[in-house]
């Protein structure tokens, strides 16, 4: 059988036959469009006390090819009582079959009565989406332990990034040495986690933002998983990812099938900026996805709104008078959505009860939501919607009457003695599996859509899912799908009502989630100096388009830090900008400086979600640049002289080892361009532009900007201002004729 080799934008993938399986030969640089070469020259020397053959490194690696490190398919068959039977398949290819660059690779395994069918497409950008589905072919049930997606790296990739973290400090990076052996990640959460990796990337020595080769994972599901890096023996390195499966959680009956959630995979050689590119070019070809700007035919565009939630302006305070005020002051901003957060539905006066009565409480709205929301839409904005459909309290009428609803370990519920799960935050999980329960939230949610213009969902979910169970035996995976189903089939109901995924801030990360969502709120954390790295790194897979980036109150309620008003908008533009605050309160220079910013990000939204994602690598650690340029042939684009090209934030994180921030390289523009480069925020006048600089003079260019080629400015740079500490400036780039 010939070998498969699939290739697009600087990638090749290669697949070979030989063994009698599938085995992936290269994933990296591309190959070009030369005929391969006899793969047979590849068949490796075969050491001292081992197998007298070569071991493949296959798509699905497996014991009974002699692979030591960890297999891809563990599980067992049960027969006449009997478990632990068929438990080392012998997969061979049966067919493989490719249109264009997708592929379709069968293999089975008769004696053991297994088949497992391997989806793979290499989009356009360079995203490798890869998935397997195993069916039982046999005449009794087979219980599935694991079924992971694996991809090898090039020897020379050794080290491995991963991201980890915590509420209020989702997504932070952790660097160690490939050594011998296995690095697993596992998530037990229910969900996906506040400490979750987002993406495993395996890479050369010291590889950074622009430089070096990295191969790069990411598991798209919302549930129990697990990711890894396996480096055996004899020197091969392997990452991948699967599903964590509970006890007996998936036992396919004689002819039932299992499919994995897909791996999206990545290689770059210039560094994690091209990793982003791969990750960012797919999302942004989905017909769904949300678009910045002109759109397609198909799918129009829609500027993302400037936002207002009303969580850190009013919290459970909910008076029509008052929020009214909030409205006013809000639009007279320029604000496009108004989102209601929680603490509107029956009972709910603080965390304690309440989850699961999807009501409008008519005591707090005698007349419904209906005047606060012809307030909002008479004033332009749009209204938003907070609920949290998964969860409920104890103390709330839909628990009263059907206790047998909360998910736990027991087959009774705890109204007939049955064990709850610990609380969480005061409230338990509903048992979307059960489809009563099920039925019951999706008619709640459709009835609030249908009897209110109601233009967006914030979707919390509060708590991790631990003893997650449905009728005594563990239940996260099929909870998961159910959770996925009531996203699809309230979208199918309400296609214009956006999504936002809320998971205690940024624990539901994953594009298991962002299938059926338009955005994700990152973090609870609003602080500017947590948000700077909590976006750098979700940004690293997730556009910014689809993050929402808000200016917290001035003293953060998180972390009691204060900071100005510059720092904090900045930090939010680069991402769905919005605000959570009372800003009612901002007066005098402030709101004006407010009211600036907001203009800034209309007139940049369309290049900042639509444009290349550039993070610069500075040698100083209190230090970050990173901005957006805009790809060729944009409106915005390097095409047009006088327009915008690029927007970059010099970002002060701490303070500096050295007296004098030096100069500092712009990478991303054209090389053979010129561009003027200007700061323009703050700028004198705002409020709190004497707050920013720590200098007695500043740089030459500074008051007037700078006119340089990018070749310059990615190489020589220029020297920036002394910036206080957790202070920032925004310059823009804009193409001058030669």
């Given amino acids: 059988m010939d070998p498969l080799h699939l290739r697009t934008a600087g990638t090749s993938l290669v697949i070979s036959f030989n063994s009698g399986e599938a085995e992936i030969i290269h994933w990296g640089a591309d190959l070009g469009d030369a005929a391969l070469p006899d793969l047979a020259i590849l068949g490796e020397p075969i050491p001292h006390s081992a197998i007298d053959a070569n071991v493949p490194a296959g798509l699905l690696p497996q014991a009974s090819s002699s692979w030591r490190g960890r297999p891809a398919l563990r599980g067992h068959r049960i027969a006449d009582g009997v478990s632990g039977l068929d438990f080392s398949a012998r997969l061979r290819v049966v067919t493989a079959r490719t249109e264009g660059n997708s592929a379709v ?38 219980q599935l332990d694991e079924l992971a997606t694996v991809l090898p790296v090039a020897p020379d990739a050794v080290e491995l990034l991963d991201l980890t973290g915590r509420w209020c400090r989702e997504r932070h990076p952790q660097r160690r040495p490939i050594q011998q052996g296995t690095w697993v990640r596992t998530g037990r959460h229910g969900r996906t986690g506040h400490d979750s990796s987002l993406l495993f990337a395996a890479g050369t020595a010291g590889f950074g933002n622009r430089h070096g080769k990295v191969w790069a994972t990411h598991l798209a599901w919302s549930g129990n998983h697990e990711q890894f890096a396996d480096s055996i023996g004899d020197g091969r390195t392997m990452i991948g990812g699967s599903e964590l499966l509970g006890p007996a959680e998936v036992i396919l009956a004689p002819g039932a099938s299992y499919t994995t959630p897909a791996l999206f995979a990545a290689y770059s050689d210039r560094g994690l900026d091209g990793i982003s590119e791969a990750f960012y070019s797919w999302f942004r070809s989905r017909p769904h996805h949300v678009l910045p700007a002109a759109g397609t035919a198909t799918a129009p565009g829609k500027p993302r709104p400037v936002v207002l939630n009303t969580w850190e302006a009013v919290y459970f305070d909910h008076n029509l008078s008052t929020l009214i005020e909030l409205a006013d002051s809000a639009a007279e901003l320029g604000v496009e959505r108004f989102v209601l957060d929680d603490g509107w539905f029956r009972g709910r006066r603080d965390d304690h009860a309440g989850l699961g009565d999807w009501y409008v409480d008519e005591s707090l709205w005698p007349d419904g939501l209906t005047p ?218 402030e709101r004006e400086e407010l009211k600036r910013f907001i203009g800034i990000y209309k007139e940049h939204r369309g290049l900042i979600h639509s444009g290349r994602m550039v993070r610069a690598d500075v040698p100083d650690d209190s230090l970050m640049l990173h901005g957006v340029v805009a790809p060729s042939g944009a409106s915005q684009g390097t095409d047009l002289p006088g327009t915008t090209a690029a927007l970059f934030a010099l970002v002060s994180t701490g303070t500096a080892f050295a007296e004098q921030t030096g100069r500092i390289t712009i990478p991303g523009l054209e090389p053979d361009r010129d561009y003027r480069v200007e700061a323009i925020f703050p700028a004198p006048g705002d409020a709190d532009y004497s707050h920013t600089f720590t200098q007695v003079q500043p740089p030459a260019w500074l008051a007037d900007g700078a006119v340089a080629g990018g070749r310059f400015l990615a190489e020589v740079g220029l020297p920036m201002p002394i910036l206080n500490p957790e202070h920032a400036l925004l310059l823009k780039a804009t193409e001058v004729e030669a």
């Avoid at 509903?430 to 859509?449: G, S």
């Fill in 105 to 142: 690779i069968v293999q089975a395994d008769p004696e053991a009565g297994l088949t497992v069918s391997s989806s793979l497409t290499l989009h356009d950008g360079g995203l490798l989406e890869l998935r397997h589905t195993l069916t039982n072919d046999g005449a009794t049930p087979y």
């Fill in 372 to 589: 606060l929301i012809d307030a909002v839409t008479s004033r332009g904005m749009e209204f938003g919607l907070w609920v949290e459909p998964e969860m409920v309290n104890l103390d709330s009428d839909i628990v009263r009457a059907h206790p047998e609803w909360i998910v736990g370990p027991s087959v009774q519920s705890y109204k007939d003695g049955g064990r709850l799960p610990l609380e969480w935050r005061n409230q338990h999980v509903i048992d979307l599996v059960n489809p009563d329960a099920w039925q019951y939230i999706f008619d709640r949610v459709d009835a609030l859509l249908r009897e209110n213009n109601i233009s967006y969902l914030k979707w919390d979910q509060n708590r991790d899912q631990l003893e997650h169970g449905h009728a005594g035996r563990s239940s996260v995976h099929e909870q998961t799908l159910a959770a996925y189903r009531l996203f699809d089939e309230l979208k199918k109901s309400h296609p214009g009502v956006e999504i936002e995924s809320c998971s205690s801030g940024g624990a539901r990360v994953d594009l298991g989630i962002l299938e059926r969502t338009d955005r994700i709120w990152a973090s609870d954390c609003n602080d500017a100096l947590e948000r700077q790295t909590i976006q750098r790194w979700t940004g690293l897979v997730v556009p910014p388009e689809l993050v929402g980036g808000h200016v917290g109150p001035t003293t953060s309620h998180t972390t009691a830090r204060t900071h100005d008003l510059s720092f904090r908008a900045i930090t939010a533009l680069f991402g769905h900008f919005g605000m959570e605050w009372d800003v009612r309160e901002v007066q005098g220079a």
